[in-house]
T-cell receptor
Framework: GAVVSQHPSWVICKSGTSVKIECRSL??????MFWYRQFPKQSLMLMAT?????????EQGVEKDKFLINHASLTLSTLTVTSAHPEDSSFYIC????????????FGSGTRLTVV | GDSVTQMEGPVTLSEEAFLTINCTYT??????LFWYVQYPGEGLQLLLK?????DKGSNKGFEATYRKETTSFHLEKGSVQVSDSAVYFC???????????FGKGTRLHILP
């Protein structure tokens, strides 16, 4: 079945540095990818939607200059958290949909970001 | 705006008990409805779905029926197992960009 690989699964970084999270569709073409953020005991909150080859669409309240999303190919989208701060510590999950991916959305396993 | 409301957890049941997790939604248009499950230490998995009114989604003994009149999509299972312990998310998708809106999740504990 459709598989989405998300890397890294966890990362610890110093405040002020940038962190890149990758989301790859391994066996299908992900024309659309979504990035979510999950706070402890909270639901997933959609951050942005990205379509291959075009600029991401950010949800209200999400800083596009802080959370840089690139979807340059049909199999790869990246989320870069720039100048990370402790309040950016969270669980980030990507999901993808597209041709060959089956119905619905395939999720990555998530990335636990801790900013110290 | 579009939203999903599901019962707060945690829900604790004994093995073989009957399970219901309530979910109601608010949406413009005609949404598709989903239940996702997140097992400990893992990512989200699609459990079941329904795309139109009166559809019943089912998988692994779980069922949910799309009720348009009550705007609900309650998750049920007749006899739960310890391995069903997880967090369950109700979700909907509507609109051209098909973004998914999630409920807050319900943590389920099944005791042996």
């Amino acid at each position: 079945g459709a598989v989405v690989s998300q890397h890294p699964s966890w990362v610890i970084c110093k405040s002020g540095t940038s962190v890149k999270i990758e989301c790859r569709s391994l066996d299908f073409q992900a024309t659309t990818m979504f990035w979510y953020r999950q706070f402890p005991k909270q639901s997933l909150m959609l951050m942005a939607t990205s379509n291959e080859g075009s600029k991401a669409t950010y949800e209200q309240g999400v800083e596009k200059d802080k959370f840089l999303i690139n979807h340059a190919s049909l199999t790869l989208s990246t989320l870069t958290v720039t100048s990370a701060h402790p309040e950016d510590s969270s669980f980030y999950i990507c999901s993808a949909s597209g041709q060959g991916g089956g119905y619905g959305y395939t999720f990555g396993s998530g990335t636990r970001l801790t900013v110290v | 705006g579009d939203s999903v409301t599901q019962m707060e957890g945690p829900v604790t049941l004994s093995e073989e008990a009957f399970l219901t997790i309530n979910c109601t939604y608010t949406a413009t248009g005609y949404p598709s409805l989903f239940w996702y499950v997140q097992y400990p230490g893992e990512g989200l998995q699609l459990l079941l779905k329904a795309t139109k009114a009166d559809d019943k989604g089912s998988n692994k003994g779980f069922e949910a029926t799309y009720r348009k009149e009550t705007t609900s999509f309650h998750l049920e299972k007749g006899s739960v197992q310890v391995s069903d312990s997880a967090v369950y998310f109700c979700a909907l998708s509507v609109g051209r960009d098909d973004k998914i809106i999630f409920g807050k999740g319900t943590r389920l504990h099944i005791l042996p």
